[in-house]
């Protein structure tokens, strides 16, 4: 199975502050790749889709980069609805794996 | 907007089988271009891909679970279901339905990210 890390584990952050998260995958996964939002109680929201392709109503200031094993989440300007655990995604082979994910907590 | 919604026991034996269904709210389960998921999170932990159905009941397993689980789907009733079989402590977990979009193209499968995803539902197993 394909190991995704991610990098943070966990980082404070506040509101207006541009965050960056990162996801490597144990091999290459091609574009297959997808970042999730989670709160608590809630379902997780699905961000970004083949590693750049931003899902429809999600906020621009949330964008995806990356190629081969190394990919990157940015927030650009962080909202206070965005403290959450983010998750990466690889859908490029079975099975379908989940990085540990990356707590978004108020500085 | 679509909508998914899990159901079932909140609690299960051990070795005993959790059976869950996910009721989705069009018939979009007939729809060759989605894929139909279970996902679970134990307590303090993070996601875990069980495996996925697709319309004509063919199915992808989490290797780790293979051996205990099976999904069906049911177009005319615009659902599908989970069952993991002989479950202990380790299975407690909250359960998520989710659909996926697919293109199927003759090289075979791209799989994109899981857009829709129901509220969850707490599964317990205790005695």
């Known amino acids: 199975a394909i190991q995704l890390t991610q990098s943070p584990s966990s980082l404070s952050a506040s509101v207006g502050d541009r965050v960056t998260i990162t996801c490597r995958a144990s091999?290459?996964?091609?574009?297959?790749l997808a970042w999730y939002h989670h709160k608590p109680g809630k379902a997780p929201k699905l961000l970004i889709y083949?590693?750049?392709s931003l899902e429809s109503g999600v906020p621009t200031r949330f964008s995806g980069s990356g190629s081969g094993t190394h990919f990157t989440l940015t927030i650009s300007s962080l909202q206070p609805e965005d403290f959450a655990t983010y998750y990466c995604?690889?859908?490029?082979?079975?099975?379908?794996?989940f990085g540990p994910g990356t707590t978004v907590d108020i500085k | 907007q679509v909508q998914l919604q899990e159901s079932g026991p909140g609690l299960v034996r051990p070795s005993e089988t959790l059976s869950l269904t996910c009721s989705v709210s069009?018939?979009?389960?007939?729809?060759?271009?989605?894929?139909w998921n279970w996902i679970r999170q134990p307590p303090g932990r993070g996601l875990e891909w069980i495996g996925y159905?697709?319309?004509?009941?063919?199915?992808t397993y989490n290797p780790s679970l293979e051996s205990r689980v099976t999904m069906s789907v049911d177009t005319s009733e615009n659902k599908f279901s989970l069952k993991l079989r002989s479950v202990t402590a380790a299975d407690t977990a909250i359960y998520y339905c989710?659909?996926?979009?697919?293109?199927?193209?003759?090289?075979?499968?791209?799989?994109?990210?899981?857009?829709?995803w129901g509220q969850g539902t707490t599964v317990a197993v205790s005695s």
């Open positions: 083949d590693v750049s």
């Open positions: 989710a659909r996926g979009d697919v293109v199927l193209p003759p090289t075979g499968p791209k799989f994109y990210g899981m857009d829709v």
């Open positions: 069009d018939d979009s389960v007939s729809a060759a271009n989605f894929y």
């Open positions: 159905i697709f319309y004509n009941g063919r199915t």
């Open positions: 091999q290459g996964i091609n574009s297959a």
């Open positions: 995604q690889q859908l490029n082979s079975f099975p379908f794996t």
